[in-house]
């Protein structure tokens, strides 16, 4: 179906504003998705920050309680008689006052001599713990602690119910032979006690058990997040993990209670607990997807114990981009449509024009010259096409006109050509025939002068026969040739098959009657021909083709040098060859090969070339359907190939 130009101009337009348009979507897809990505990432990255600055506060705070106790007169007092149930419940008072989980004295040897939290346990020694040590040499030191069981239950209280926790099976998460978690992890500070004189005598600790303290968790959320929601849930959450399990968080499952127990993911547990790093992407949390952001957690001696979370809801921001989509969408196809519209008036314009000339050049092509196609009123190539269009229709006309007046003169002329060359090729015809008979007719009567049939012959006149039969054998070899052509000029040289044996009926024939002309040049004859070999062909051209051939061999060959006769059966057809050491041709030589009146290399002494052997040779040989070629090596062989079907 043909498709006018302008349609193929609006669709080709169509085709590139859709592969722009789509190739624009997927990258303003990908930068939507990649700028909102950074940009969320960058925000919860804040959002950390934030949660790490409260939980310092936590920490300043509870160092600050610490050092102003250590100076004061409850402490003083205590010190004095640490079995006063009065000094004991002064400091408990301050401890509920200040939020302490726990508050405890140890002497200058470690051992506890106070508890503020019930049953008070005392006498045990802390020397080992790395804050009660440090804080004994003289150090205030904070920050997270794990305690085991056994110390949660000596500080007294619900601390080591608190802490107690089953993990529950989370999607994800890295397989723990533990299936839950008795220790605990506590924001503590130490400070070393002294006496008026500034002796050590003894340190000061207290501690925030974290597990469970869902207090700090959406305190820290509170802060950070302002209590916002989206679509009914929490914009972002807060977890404080102990390892890779939630001890306090704001995370909810599915049936509304808070995530403890739950784990993180194997990502996260590789990266920030086994490697130490922070890890800041799109994160599946317990029930749904969170931009997030985990910092590894370290006691105070590096050691990493846990993981600080805060996490966006990546609904929020998923949001965000298909809005984004939805607005970049709709100004794209706004701006398609407007361009295709744009690019269809374009498209009709610019092909109008050529339509008038495509119409007017058919109308040409029929004859139809008399013709002037209306200028279009833009100056452009358009407008300088059309005129030049004009010019040449108007240029055509003329050249018609002084076409037909020399055609008519020029069909008088062809007739006597044709005239002329059908009277050449009779003559040549004519003339080939008759001088070959009567050359025949010489050549006979000097080969019986040569054999001595009439009778013997002195020196002298044996050598002028011989000379006389050498040249009318050349004579006789010319005139076939011209006959030949003429035969094929006129279309007479027709093959006449019929069943044959190639070797007995042709070779055999041409290397009797050039036998002694070979042996004269002490040539070699090598033959890799059968026997026999049956075949439906015409004896009388195939012999002319080898009588060619080998007459080629022997004009151009090296004297005492080699011609084969070389044969190769193939798929379909059978492969001859006659090859002979000699000079050979180059490649454009071999090119020029087989034309007719060609002549190329020196003449060789005693041989004439009428530089038609070879193109007799190839056309008898097509005539068989079959081909010829020729393969050289100069100065040194030549191979002519020819192949006949099978």
């Known amino acids: ?37 950074n940009e969320a990432q960058r925000r919860v990255s804040l959002d950390l920050r934030a949660a790490w600055s409260i939980i310092q506060g936590e920490i300043d705070g509870l160092r600050l309680f610490v050092e102003v106790l250590t100076g004061g007169s409850r402490v003083a007092n205590a010190y004095t008689d640490p079995r006063s149930s009065a000094y004991r419940a002064a400091l408990e008072a ?31 020694y802390l020397s080992n713990d790395p804050m009660i040590r440090q804080a004994l040499q003289g150090k205030t030191v904070s920050g997270f602690v794990l305690l085991g069981p056994q110390r949660l239950h000596a500080e007294g209280g619900d601390l080591e119910e608190r802490a107690f926790m089953v993990f529950k099976p989370t999607a994800k998460a890295k397989p723990r032979a533990k299936t839950s978690e008795s220790s605990g992890m506590v924001l503590m500070t130490s400070a070393p006690v002294r006496d008026d004189k500034g002796t050590i005598i003894g340190a ?36 404080i993990f102990q390892w890779d399990a939630r001890i306090a968080t704001n995370v909810m499952t599915a049936d509304g209670n808070r995530a403890i127990g739950t784990r993180v993911s194997s990502d996260v547990y590789e990266k920030v607990l086994e490697n130490d790093r922070n890890w800041y992407d799109r994160a599946f949390v317990v029930n749904d997807w969170y931009i997030s952001a985990y910092d590894p957690i370290h006691d105070i001696e590096g050691k990493v114990i846990g993981i600080l ?26 701006v398609v449509l407007f361009v295709l519209a744009v690019g269809f008036i374009f498209s009709r314009r610019l092909t109008g024009s050529l339509s008038r000339l495509a119409d007017a050049a058919g109308r040409i092509a029929h004859g139809e010259l008399d013709l002037k196609v209306p200028e279009p009123s833009t100056d452009d190539e358009v407008l300088d096409l059309t005129r030049s269009f004009n010019a040449m229709a108007s240029s055509l006309r003329d050249r018609d006109e002084r076409l037909r007046k020399a055609n008519t003169e020029l069909e008088g002329a062809n007739a006597s050509l044709q005239q002329i060359n059908a009277n050449y090729l009779d003559m040549l015809g004519f003339v080939s025939h ?37 040249s009318i054998d050349r004579a006789v070899r010319m005139t076939r040739n011209y006959l030949d052509l003429a035969r094929i000029e006129k279309g007479e040289l027709i093959v006449q098959p019929k069943p044959i044996d190639l070797i007995s009926d042709v070779v055999s024939h041409v290397i009797d009657e050039l036998g002694q002309a070979i042996e004269e040049k002490g040539m070699k004859l090598e033959s890799e021909l059968p026997e026999s070999m049956p075949y439906s062909g015409d004896p009388d051209l195939l012999q002319i083709v080898y009588k060619n051939l080998l007459h080629n061999a022997l004009k151009y060959g090296m ?44 003449e060789v002494k005693g041989y004439r070339s009428t530089g038609l052997g070879l193109f007799i040779t190839k056309e008898i040989i097509e005539k068989h359907g079959g081909a010829i070629r020729a393969e050289s090596q100069p100065g040194e062989w030549i191979n002519f190939i020819f192949t006949l079907p099978k």
């Open 1 to 37: 179906m043909r498709i006018p130009v302008y349609k193929r101009i609006f669709l080709n337009f169509v085709l590139v504003i859709v592969l722009f348009g789509v190739m624009g979507a997927i990258l303003s897809a990908s930068l939507i998705s990649r700028n909102t990505l």
């Open 94 to 124: 301050v401890r509920r006052k200040c939020g302490f989980d726990f508050l405890s004295l140890t002497d200058s040897q470690g051992q506890v001599i106070l508890r503020t939290l019930e049953p008070y346990r005392t006498a045990d």
């Open 204 to 239: 000061l600790y207290a501690g925030v058990l974290l597990n469970r303290n869902h207090a700090l968790a959406d305190k820290i959320r509170s802060i950070v997040f302002e209590d916002k929601t989206y679509d009914g849930k929490d914009l972002g959450t807060v977890t």
């Open 309 to 334: 979370y805060v996490g966006v809801l990546a609904k929020k921001y998923d949001d965000i981009k298909r809005s984004l989509w939805k607005l970049y969408g709709a100004v794209s196809i706004g």
């Open 434 to 470: 008759e001088l070959k008979n009567t050359l025949g007719v010489i050549y006979t009567s000097a080969h019986a002068l040569d054999t001595g049939i009439t009778g013997p012959l002195t020196k002298n006149q044996g050598a002028l026969v011989k000379n006389i039969s050498k």
């Open 559 to 602: 004297e005492n040098g080699t011609i084969r006769l070389g044969f190769r059966e193939e798929e379909t057809a059978y492969r001859f060859e006659v090859w002979n050491q000699g000079k050979g041709l180059s490649h454009d030589e071999i090119e020029r090969l087989f034309q007719r009146f060609v002549r190329l290399g020196d």
